[in-house]
């Protein structure tokens, strides 16, 4: 991507990373306010006013441009691009979804992500009528639409102060037309009245509504809007009341946020309602894309200083990774990446998505694959799938939490999960109870084992001498118990599958650093729950010890089960079901025929 760059010295064509090679005094230009500077998006001019004043005809072209831009802002607006070589970074992504009906972006401080929002907000969701032929559509990767009407819309933001003094003046009045604005543009007649509920009516119909979180329900609930920005973490409740009002009109939700923990603030932060939005664990039956954006690639060096990102980069990043200070690491990586920040008092503390989260991949035939179950009778049942691969690494791949649910029901939801199917091999009475007697049929995958926790596993049935084990047998899902042992005792063996060994080669990226167990990204609900499973307060005058809060907790505790088998690759063990014949096998003989080569330590998986 070419930028246009004007000064004195005559005009220049250069790639960003051309541009950042000139020396500080080339590029402190753009950015110095004693000169004159217009910034037209791939086009931008610097020059000093008595060098303007020597050159009329110049000066007369810059005042044409700068009265243009002045007017009309928004049709030279260009998306933070700085290091994309294509319209396609995640600014560009964000502003172009038109097809869900939440869509949010995380970056860091001084993104400028709520004029991205509020520039989504005009043109791709139509607030105003646009024109085809501006920069920003014909030049700049924004997509165009017709416009199709007046629309209803708000911004919303903590306290109504944040609308006074940032957001009217630095983003609506900034980047919206002067011709929409009319006389409330930039030295007009006419200001919001901010001491009651502040609303202003654009030329073009459109109402814009500026909500507070600080303001009571009513405004929330009342209102039949079309689309919202939220900017920054806003409070739940509000966006229950305002979704139920934007759902009558089909309406869009727009999040502009920095996801980094807000003091005095539980409610933020990974784990936050927002971020279960985008893990889906709380979705409220919305379809949503979250882009993250990071401020060291995407802001150009006229808006942040590739000087003071250096800075930054060394104040958030790299001190802290020296010092292995992963409190720091977690919030600079919010601040300045876009990433969620997970905060303090993780039970797994070593846990980080950039060394635990991997992309999807056919896991190979060969590899060992488990299962572990946490049974819920009035809670939810949890299951989890993990392939261990012949250098001893696990890779978690898959996961089920199955709610009001039966047993028969879970285990039929498991085995179908599973590629597999049940087949039915006769009946059984216990206790007077007649039982149809299933089998699991490997059709596509094989597991060597499923572990289901102890206590529940040895636990009788309401009626019969049947434990839950057995029940699980007769419904065709054969479990060996899992160690019943404490959690205090088992959360440290899951620690060290978790730990980070800084000298050992990651199998994915090969850099340096890797645990032995990777999740992969399309797991949302189990990495929701990790990144905020804490310990809980200890009384005062107690140790600390590894007593989690039992909050979202089975996948995670189908996770200890897992850890415990061990999982072990078995080889010889095979990845499928099937004989010389082709005929299909049960999952139970083709364990019973590896198991001589399950021969490690069932504490420590060595």
């Not at 802002?73 to 970074?89: E, G, I």
């Not at 001498?465 to 063996?493: H, M, N, W």
Request: charged share 25%; hydrophobic share 35%; with cysteine.
């Amino acid at each position: 991507m070419i930028f246009t760059f004007g000064t004195e010295d005559g005009i220049e064509q250069l790639d960003y990373n051309d541009f950042v090679r000139r020396p500080e005094e080339f590029r402190a230009r753009f950015r110095d306010k004693k000169r004159f500077n217009v910034n037209l998006g791939l086009r931008m001019f610097s020059y000093p006013k008595t060098y303007l004043r020597d050159h009329p005809h110049l000066r007369s072209q810059m005042g044409e441009l700068e009265h243009a831009r002045s007017e009309n802002p928004l049709q030279f607006y260009l998306p933070c691009c700085a290091r994309s070589k294509t319209m396609r970074s995640t600014a560009h992504l964000f502003l172009n979804n038109v097809d869900t009906q939440l869509t949010g972006l995380v970056a860091g401080n001084r993104f400028g992500k709520t004029t991205i929002g509020w520039v989504k907000m005009l043109t791709t969701l139509r607030a105003i009528p646009c024109q085809k032929d501006w920069s920003i559509f014909s030049e700049h990767g924004v997509d165009f639409y017709e416009w199709d009407g007046p629309k209803q819309i708000a911004v919303v933001t903590y306290e109504v102060v944040g609308h006074e003094n940032t957001i009217w003046p630095q983003v609506v009045q900034e980047w919206t037309p002067r011709g929409e604005l009319g006389p409330y543009s930039r030295g007009g007649s006419r200001q919001p009245n901010w001491k009651g509920n502040p609303h202003i009516q654009l030329t073009c119909g459109t109402m814009i509504y500026f909500l507070y979180c600080s303001q009571s329900q009513a405004p929330f609930e009342s209102q039949a809007l079309d689309d919202i920005l939220w900017d920054e973490q806003g409070e739940r409740v509000k966006f229950v009341g305002a979704n139920e009002r934007l759902a009558t009109r089909d309406g869009r939700h727009v999040f502009s946020l920095t996801g980094h923990k807000v003091d005095g603030r539980p409610d933020t932060g990974a784990g936050s309602w927002i971020h279960k939005l985008e893990t889906r664990e709380d979705a409220f039956g919305l379809t949503s894309k979250f882009y993250h954006a990071s401020l060291l690639d995407d802001s150009p060096d006229w808006i942040y200083p590739e000087k003071i990102k250096a800075q930054k980069r060394q104040q958030w990043i790299v001190i802290p990774e020296k010092r292995k200070d992963l409190k720091v690491i977690r919030e600079g990586r919010a601040r300045l990446l876009g990433q969620w920040h997970v905060s303090g008092g993780l039970v797994y503390n070593d846990w980080d998505r950039d060394y635990h989260v991997i992309e999807p991949f056919d896991i190979p035939k060969h590899w060992t694959r488990y299962r572990s179950i946490d049974h819920g009778r009035t809670n939810p049942t949890a299951c989890l799938w993990a392939a261990a691969s012949p250098k001893g690494d696990l890779y978690l791949y898959d996961e089920y939490v199955g709610v009001d649910r039966d047993i028969s029901e879970n285990i039929n939801a498991i085995i179908e999960q599973s590629g597999n199917e049940l087949r039915m091999m006769g009946q059984e009475r216990h206790s007077g109870i007649i039982y149809e007697r299933h089998v699991e049929v490997s059709k596509s995958n094989s597991f060597f084992a499923t572990a289901l926790d102890s206590r529940s596993g040895g636990s009788r049935v309401p009626v019969g001498e049947l434990t839950l084990l057995d029940l699980y047998a007769i419904f065709g899902l054969r479990c060996v118990p899992a160690s019943g042992r404490r959690l205090e005792v088992t959360i440290p063996l899951v620690k060290e599958w978790l730990r980070i060994d800084h000298n050992r080669e990651h199998p994915i990226t090969k850099k340096l650093g890797s645990p032995r167990c990777f999740v992969f990204s399309t797991m949302d609900m189990f990495i929701g729950h990790i990144e905020r499973y804490t310990d809980e307060d200890p009384k005062i005058g107690s140790s600390k010890s590894e007593r989690p809060k039992a909050v979202d907790d089975h996948d995670l505790d189908a996770f200890r089960y897992m850890i415990q088998m061990p999982p072990v690759y078995v080889k010889g063990f095979v990845g499928h079901g099937l004989d010389d014949e082709g005929e299909l096998i049960d999952a139970e003989s083709l364990r019973r025929r590896s198991r001589s080569q399950y021969a490690r330590d069932r504490y420590t998986g060595y």
